[in-house]
C-alpha cells in the first residue's frame, strides 16, 4: 500500500529526495558492517514493569531474532500490506517486532500502551488489522485481555510476547522457540517470499497516530520514505555520529521517538538503550552507565534536574553532548544552563507525526537562549541552512482569517507545510483531510507562528500558539475536547469543559470546570472513575477540579479560552495530581 500519490512520489523522486532505501535496507547495512556491535540495551528495571530477563543484543543477535520473527509471522499468515497493530513498552521486543514485520512489508501500527477501550476501539475500527501485538503483562495490567475486549466484531489474531498467553493467543515467546529448534529449515521459505514479493520505499511503514484536536486518533500513514527524510533532522541537529549510543525514554510510537531516534540509531549503526516508564533515577543511571551521547526529555525534566541540586549533582553527564527536547516552550536560562553546567547543547525540537519538522539545533542556532525560543525558518529557497531538512520540506505563514500569506515579523499566522518529511492524508478519513490541506497541497499544521530573528535577519520562526485547543501533559499531546465530552456525560453533570493549567513539574496539567444537575454533587474522584469506566487513558484524567454554577459564554454563545482559564485557576478547586508520566 502506497503511502502517497503517484504525483507526490514521482516529484519527490525527480528531485531526490525519496530513493530506494527502505528502513529494513538501513538495518541489513549495519548487520553487515558492524555485526558485532552492540545494537539493542534494554532496560535494567525492566522486570518490574513487564516479563522478561533485560536483554542485550548485537546486531547479528538482533537479527537472527529479527529473522525468526519475520518467519513466524509468515507461517501465521500474515503478508504485504496486512495491518498490525503493536502495543508494546519501550522493550527489546518492540524493534524485534518492527523490524520483522518491516522485512516482509507488514505495515506496523503501533499505539501507547496507555491506550484502553476508548482509544483502541475507534483505531482498531478503522484499520480492520490483521494481527495485533501486545504482552502478557505491563505494570500488573493484563494487556492481552484488553486486546480481547477491544476486539468487537473484528477478527485479528492476537500476539503475546510474554510468560502468561492464553491458549487461544499466539505466543510470540513460543514460537520463536519452536523456529529456533527448526533450524534453519523454514529459512528458504523467508528467501523465497522476499524475492517474489516486490517492496517499494513507498509502502506504507507505520500508522502513527495523533490526536489533534477533533477528539478522535487520526492515522497517519508514513512511508519508508518519509521516515527517512524526517529521520535526517535530529541527526543532523545532534551531530549523531557513527557508533553513538542513544538513550531513548519516550514511548517508542510517533515522531519525537521513532523519527528521532530510532532513525538516528539505524543511520550510524549506533547503540539504542530503551527507557520505559519514565523513571528519573534508572534514566540518570542509564546515562552514565552506557556512556550515551544523545537522548530525547521533556522540557519539565530538563528544568527539574537543573534546578534541584541533589538531582544535579548526581547528573554524571561526562559523555552526553546533546538533548533534543521539546513539545512545551524552553526556558531560555535552562538551555544555556545546560550548556554552561555540563557542556550539553539543547536541540529544540517542533514535529508532529503529520510531519512538521522545525528543528533548532546548535549548528544552526548558535545561542542556547535563543535557539529556546526561535526556530530556523527551514523551507524557504532564499534561506540556507546546515541541517538537512531545511532542503525537504517548504513552509509559510498565512493569516487565519484572510488565508494571506504573512511576511512581515511580528504578526501570528498558521504554519502551513509540504515537502519530503509531510504525509499525504489521514487513514480511512477523506472529511478531514479536505480541512487538513489547503488548496496548493500545504498541510495546515493548526500551529501558530510568527516572523522573527534577531538583528532584523527574519530568518527565524517564533511559536506563539495553538489555533486549537490542545494541552501538553509531561510529553503527551491531549485534546480538550475528548476529555471534556466524556465527562459531560457524567448523568450527575449538565455541562462540561477542560482547559490546560500551566504546572512547573508536567508542562500542563488537565482543569475540569464542571456545572452539576440541581440537587447534584460531583468530586473529582467520581469523576476519575468515570473516565475509567469509559476506557480512558489515565494520563488524560483531570488533576483540577472546578465545579460552577454555569460555564462563561461569549455572544456567540462559545466558552472564552480566557475566562476558562480563570476560572480553573481559581480558588476553591480541588487537586489530585495523577501519577502518571509516559
Known amino acids: 500500500m502506497l503511502a502517497a500519490p503517484a504525483h507526490t512520489i514521482e ?33 535494567p528495571n525492566r522486570q518490574s514493569f513487564t516479563d522478561g530477563a533485560p536483554r542485550r543484543l548485537s546486531y547479528r543477535e538482533l537479527s537472527d531474532l529479527t529473522n525468526l520473527l519475520s518467519r513466524q509471522l509468515l507461517s501465521i499468515g500474515l503478508a504485504k500490506d496486512d495491518i498490525l497493530v503493536v502495543q508494546l513498552p519501550n522493550v527489546a521486543e518492540l524493534v524485534v517486532t518492527y523490524l520483522a514485520a518491516w522485512q516482509i512489508g507488514v505495515i506496523v501500527s503501533p499505539v501507547p500502551i496507555q491506550f484502553r477501550e476508548h482509544e483502541l476501539r475507534h483505531i482498531l475500527k478503522l484499520l480492520r488489522p490483521r494481527a495485533f501485538v501486545t504482552c502478557s503483562d505491563f505494570k500488573s495490567f493484563d494487556q492481552a485481555r484488553l486486546a480481547v475486549a477491544c476486539r468487537g466484531g473484528l477478527d485479528y489474531d492476537i ?86 549510543v542513544l538513550l531513548n525514554p519516550f514511548p517508542m510510537v510517533n515522531m519525537a521517538s521513532i523519527g528521532g531516534l530510532f532513525l538516528s540509531w539505524l543511520q550510524a549503526a549506533a547503540r539504542l538503550v530503551l527507557h520505559h516508564p519514565l523513571d528519573l533515577p534508572v534514566f540518570l543511571r542509564q546515562i552514565a552507565e552506557e556512556n550515551v551521547q544523545h537522548t530525547v526529555a521533556p522540557p519539565a525534566l530538563l528544568n527539574m534536574i537543573l534546578m534541584d541540586p541533589e538531582l544535579k549533582s548526581a547528573a554524571r553527564f561526562e559523555s552526553l553532548r546533546t538533548i533534543s527536547s521539546g513539545s512545551a516552550p524552553l526556558q531560555p536560562d535552562m538551555v544555556l544552563g545546560y550548556a554552561r553546567e555540563f557542556g550539553v547543547e539543547i536541540v529544540n525540537l517542533f514535529g508532529s507525526n503529520e510531519g512538521m519538522a522545525l528543528i533548532s539545533g546548535p549548528g544552526d542556532v548558535e545561542d542556547p537562549q535563543l535557539r529556546a525560543r526561535i526556530f530556523p525558518r527551514f523551507g524557504r529557497p532564499d534561506l540556507k541552512w546546515k541541517n538537512r531538512v531545511s532542503e525537504y520540506i517548504e513552509t509559510k505563514l498565512c493569516d487565519l482569517e484572510t488565508g494571506d500569506e504573512i511576511l ?175
Request: charged share 25%; hydrophobic share 40%.
Open 159 to 244: 500476539l503475546v510476547w510474554g510468560d502468561r498467553v492464553a491458549p487461544d493467543h499466539f505466543s510470540l515467546n513460543r514460537l520463536l522457540e519452536e523456529a529456533q529448534r527448526a533450524g534453519g529449515s523454514a529459512g528458504a521459505d523467508l528467501e523465497a517470499y522476499l524475492q517474489g514479493t516486490p517492496m517499494s520505499a513507498d509502502d506504507t511503514a507505520t500508522i502513527c497516530w495523533t490526536s489533534g484536536t477533533e477528539g478522535v486518533p487520526k492515522g497517519v500513514p508514513r512511508s519508508h520514505n518519509h521516515w527517512i527524510a524526517i529521520g535526517h533532522g535530529t541527526f543532523d541537529a545532534a551531530a549523531v555520529q557513527l557508533g553513538d
Open 11 to 43: 516529484d519527490m523522486r525527480s528531485r531526490g529526495l525519496w530513493g530506494d532505501t527502505r528502513l529494513s535496507d538501513l538495518f541489513l547495512r549495519n548487520v553487515e558492517r558492524h555485526s558485532d556491535r552492540t545494537a539493542l540495551v534494554d532496560a
Open 408 to 582: 512581515e515579523p511580528g504578526r501570528p499566522g498558521e504554519m502551513l507545510i509540504r515537502g519530503a518529511t509531510v504525509f499525504s492524508g489521514y487513514f480511512r478519513a477523506n472529511d478531514l483531510d479536505r480541512e487538513a490541506f489547503a488548496k496548493d497541497g500545504f498541510f495546515r499544521t493548526g500551529d501558530l507562528f510568527e516572523i522573527a530573528g534577531p538583528d532584523e535577519e527574519l530568518a527565524f520562526y517564533r511559536f506563539v500558539g495553538r489555533c486549537k485547543q490542545l494541552v501538553i501533559r509531561g510529553g503527551m499531546n491531549i485534546s480538550c475536547q475528548e476529555v471534556e465530552t466524556v465527562i459531560a456525560s457524567h448523568p450527575k453533570l449538565l455541562e462540561a469543559a477542560v482547559v490546560g493549567v500551566p504546572d512547573e513539574a508536567m508542562g500542563e496539567r488537565l482543569c475540569a470546570v464542571v456545572v452539576p444537575r440541581p440537587g447534584q454533587s460531583i468530586g473529582l474522584e467520581e469523576i476519575c472513575h468515570h473516565l475509567k469506566q469509559e476506557g480512558i487513558a489515565v494520563y488524560k484524567f483531570p488533576e483540577r477540579l472546578r465545579v460552577v454554577a454555569q460555564l462563561p459564554r461569549n455572544p456567540m454563545n462559545k466558552i472564552p479560552l480566557p475566562a476558562l482559564r480563570r476560572l480553573a485557576a481559581d480558588d476553591p478547586a480541588e487537586t489530585k495530581p495523577t501519577e502518571v508520566l509516559m
